[in-house]
């Protein structure tokens, strides 16, 4: 029952709860007695549909926005936000820290030294530098963030290669892992650092580079075979050995004398890490029992203040217009590329944004008003214009260089918008926007405009058949769109061509009405 009874007429409905297997109380209590799912408004703004609104003289999307919902719900939490602001403001002023400038000054010069070291860490842990001394039986020590793993004893050392072993931007084609023996959980399923008071074994454990915190001058004896249990307990003894003979810590590799670092921004920092090292040695609160204490209490008032901040922006933005620096990028945008003048009149690259919404409106357009199909072949345009609307990933793809060239292109121009949408403060990243347009489809639907059967461009891409149909679909209406565009800014040329590909297009099963018929 969607609801019982007639909304307005009937004071009572009635529900017959017909339950045929066993059931839990509390889920039968949940779905008697249980509350409706929170409705939230998933209202988002549009360039196609701005440029509609700013075109039409009766409109405008401020007043849109004014009377959304999403603008009702956000109006509607405001009370309700200034309680949880007013709780915030009283837990931060209970909050009593004793020489709070020191405590904050302490804390300065801590995070500065933690983030030279994080600097000096991840130049240190590359493979020129750390593999010459990844040698059996080498003491390190590992941490992955917060999780520390203390000092274990190298093993051995590994590359494996990336994806199609290939160097990109995103870095090297190897990756390196090193085989540690750490002390570990003894029944965990999987490796787990060892707790008080549990029970500990040595296990070799795959460790990326960037996750040494430190390469110790001190190599301990390993047996040839690890396998027994009693041959890696023997190595933890070893490790427990050397810490006990260096209480104030194990030595380790000196980064510029034995790992002949020479870059001169890392000595920069070297000596910075020297700086601020000799200036909290020296701190009056250097020595301060209470310290650990009063360092807490400073990080609770620091959460504390960064939450009032983003409360008291929400409530900014919720008693004000919602979206409206969104919307101020978003006009700032359309004037950088065109699309509008300075009175905010619509151009002609804005008329003929007016009619994609299929896909990246923006991106549609520049390609036209680029020239980008104005030479190029029917069947090529057809099959750039497929990855605006593909959203499948083909991980084994290989593009013929014809359709690499046209697709460097396409990314070109994304890589062009996504710089001018930051220069614009529009939140986007620009390298997952230029991502974002996949090519998995563009030999595919390329093949299938030159005539080609469905059984056959299917064994070219990984892709299910399914989703390559839905793709075609998209495709059309896409070009559907392109058509009406072109004819609205009176390109007759480009017009007639991207008609032509929809013929070339919907053809066949993949446009048929029914499997059955």
């Known amino acids: 029952s969607g609801r019982a009874g007639r909304r307005g007429i009937d004071d009572r409905?009635?529900?017959?709860?017909?339950?045929?297997?066993?059931?839990?109380?509390?889920?039968?209590?949940?779905?008697?007695?249980?509350?409706?799912?929170?409705?939230?408004?998933?209202?988002?703004?549009?360039?196609?549909?701005?440029?509609?609104?700013?075109?039409?003289?009766?409109?405008?999307?401020?007043?849109?926005?004014?009377?959304?919902f999403h603008q009702f719900q956000a109006e509607r939490a405001v009370p309700e936000m200034h309680e949880t602001l007013k709780k915030l403001r009283d837990e931060m002023d209970s909050i009593q820290i004793k020489d709070e400038k020191k405590v904050e000054e302490y804390f300065n010069i801590r995070q500065q030294l933690t983030k030279i070291k994080e600097d000096m860490r991840a130049v240190i842990n590359t493979p020129q530098y750390i593999l010459p001394f990844l040698q059996p039986g080498r003491l390190a020590r590992v941490r992955d963030g917060e999780i520390d793993w203390g000092w274990g004893v190298v093993f051995n050392f590994q590359k494996k290669p990336n994806e199609k072993g290939k160097t990109s931007l995103a870095g090297p084609a190897y990756t390196y892992y090193a085989d540690v023996l750490l002390h570990c959980e003894e029944e965990a399923l999987k490796p787990t650092p060892i707790a008080l008071g549990k029970q500990g074994e040595m296990k070799i454990v795959p460790v990326a580079l960037n996750l040494f915190d430190g390469i110790s001058s001190v190599r301990v004896y390993l047996p040839q075979d690890l396998r027994p249990v009693n041959s890696r307990q023997a190595v933890l003894k070893s490790l427990k050995e050397v810490q006990r003979r260096f209480p104030d810590g194990l030595p380790l590799l000196d980064p510029v004398d034995d790992m002949h670092i020479t870059d001169d921004s890392f000595k920069t920092w070297l000596r910075k890490a020297e700086s601020l090292e000799d200036r909290l040695f020296?701190?009056?609160?250097?020595?301060?029992?209470?310290?650990?204490?009063?360092?807490?209490?400073?990080?609770?008032?620091?959460?504390?203040?960064?939450?009032?901040?983003?409360?008291?922006?929400?409530?900014?933005?919720?008693?004000?217009?919602?979206?409206?620096?969104?919307?101020?990028?978003?006009?700032?945008?359309?004037?950088?590329?065109?699309?509008?003048?300075?009175?905010?009149?619509?151009?002609?690259?804005?008329?003929?944004?007016?009619?994609?919404?299929?896909?990246?409106?923006?991106?549609?357009?520049?390609?036209?008003?680029?020239?980008?199909?104005?030479?190029?072949p029917v069947e090529t345009c057809v099959a750039m214009l497929s990855a605006l609307v593909c959203d499948e990933k083909d991980k084994n793809l290989h593009l013929s260089p014809e359709m690499q060239k046209a697709y460097n292109i396409i990314k070109e121009n994304a890589r062009t918008v996504a710089k001018v949408m930051v220069e614009c403060k529009i939140n986007i990243d620009a390298e997952e926007y230029v991502e974002s347009f996949k090519p998995s489809v563009v030999d595919v639907v390329y093949m299938w405009c030159q005539g080609k059967k469905f059984v056959e461009i299917c064994k070219m891409t990984d892709i299910f058949e399914g989703n390559i149909i839905r793709t075609m679909r998209r495709l059309e209406e896409l070009l559907r769109q392109v058509v009406v565009a072109t004819k609205a800014i009176g390109d007759i040329n480009l017009e007639t061509k991207f008609a032509k590909g929809i013929e070339l297009l919907r053809r066949d099963i993949v446009f048929a009405s029914s499997l059955y018929l």
């Open 13 to 68: 409905g009635i529900v017959i709860l017909m339950v045929d297997e066993k059931m839990e109380p509390s889920v039968a209590k949940a779905m008697v007695k249980g509350h409706a799912d929170h409705l939230s408004s998933s209202f988002h703004l549009g360039y196609n549909m701005l440029l509609n609104l700013m075109r039409t003289e009766e409109a405008n999307p401020e007043f849109m926005i004014r009377n959304s």
């Open 282 to 376: 020296s701190h009056p609160l250097f020595d301060d029992k209470t310290l650990p204490d009063k360092l807490v209490a400073h990080d609770r008032k620091n959460l504390l203040l960064k939450e009032i901040k983003m409360v008291q922006k929400q409530i900014k933005g919720s008693t004000g217009l919602c979206l409206k620096d969104e919307l101020k990028s978003m006009k700032r945008l359309l004037r950088r590329l065109g699309h509008t003048n300075s009175d905010n009149v619509i151009q002609l690259k804005g008329r003929f944004a007016c009619e994609i919404s299929a896909a990246d409106e923006i991106l549609v357009t520049e390609l036209v008003f680029n020239g980008v199909f104005n030479d190029t």
